[in-house]
């Protein structure tokens, strides 16, 4: 009678296959809560520490502005005594566009935020004591591209919390910019700046740019939709297509993914208007 009774605890004390399925069922469940919370927290710091960052770019912008009067839309590289930059070549040096958007001479996005720190240390001595006070681990030199190959300068820039470059949007440069139509899925062809069709070259930049002084000519400002992810999906976006809402030129991070066309995630401090 006794092993009988010894017998029936033992069952009971024993799990079920369903009992253990549940249990691993909930451990499962928490550990996928656990891993879903702290990347949220840990996105979540990051995109402070990128809109920290990108209040400091302002406060670079509105210190040059105010010394200044204006940003210009073209940055001279390549003179001696040149800050943080190296000539790229013989021959090669000379006026880069601060165009948010991809340049089809190097394949490469132009580095924005790297040429008007250039020009701003350059002209206004006290930016660098804005862009000294920011983390180190978001400011370091970068040249797009091969280093091997590479068109545009090597300068100091500003990286989001993800490790991409910001993005500077010039009021000369926004918007959508591709030469004619561009079809779905497709990114689109590229304009040529040096030419005179292309008008954005104004007053005396028509006679200095257009003789050989651009370092980057041809250049391409798409902004993805959605229409062509899905007929496409190994696109990546040239930029956000934003408009200035004034005058003054604005930073973006492409956020975490990277993709400046998905504006989703795009972290702003000026928001830009967007065309319909």
């Given at each position: ?31 996928a809560?656990t ?32 010394a ?10 390549g ?8 000539p ?30 250039v ?115 190994g ?42």
């Amino acid at each position: 009678m006794s092993l009988t009774i010894q017998s029936r605890n033992a069952a009971r004390r024993a799990f079920t296959l369903v009992e253990l399925l549940v249990v691993v069922g909930v451990i499962v469940v928490l550990v996928a809560l656990t891993i879903g919370v702290g990347a949220t927290v840990a996105n979540s710091g990051k995109q402070r520490a990128t809109e920290g960052a990108l209040q400091a770019l302002d406060q670079v912008l509105d210190t040059y502005i105010q010394a200044q009067g204006s940003v210009p839309a073209f940055v001279r590289i390549g003179e001696a005594g040149l800050p943080d930059s190296s000539p790229i070549g013989p021959g090669q040096d000379g006026f880069y566009p601060l165009f948010d958007g991809l340049s089809e001479d190097d394949d490469q996005a132009v580095n924005t935020v790297g040429l008007f720190l250039v020009e701003a240390r350059r002209s206004v001595p006290a930016t660098e004591d804005i862009v000294s006070a920011l983390d180190a681990k978001f400011v370091r030199r970068f040249q797009p591209g091969p280093a091997a190959a590479a068109i545009q300068p090597e300068a100091l820039t500003v990286f989001d919390a993800w490790g991409n470059p910001f993005r500077m949007v010039h009021p000369r440069f926004d918007g959508v910019i591709v030469d004619g139509t561009r079809a779905v899925g497709d990114a689109g062809d590229g304009i040529d700046l040096a030419s005179s069709d292309s008008a954005f070259l104004q007053g005396r930049e028509t006679v200095y740019l257009s003789t050989g002084q651009l370092g980057l000519e041809r250049l391409r400002r798409n902004a993805l939709q959605e229409a062509d992810y899905l007929q496409n999906p190994g696109l990546v976006g040239d930029s956000d297509g934003g408009i200035c809402p004034s005058p003054r030129p604005y930073f973006y991070s492409s956020g975490p993914d990277g993709d400046p066309s998905t504006i989703d995630d795009n972290v702003y401090t000026t928001r830009p208007r967007f065309e319909s």
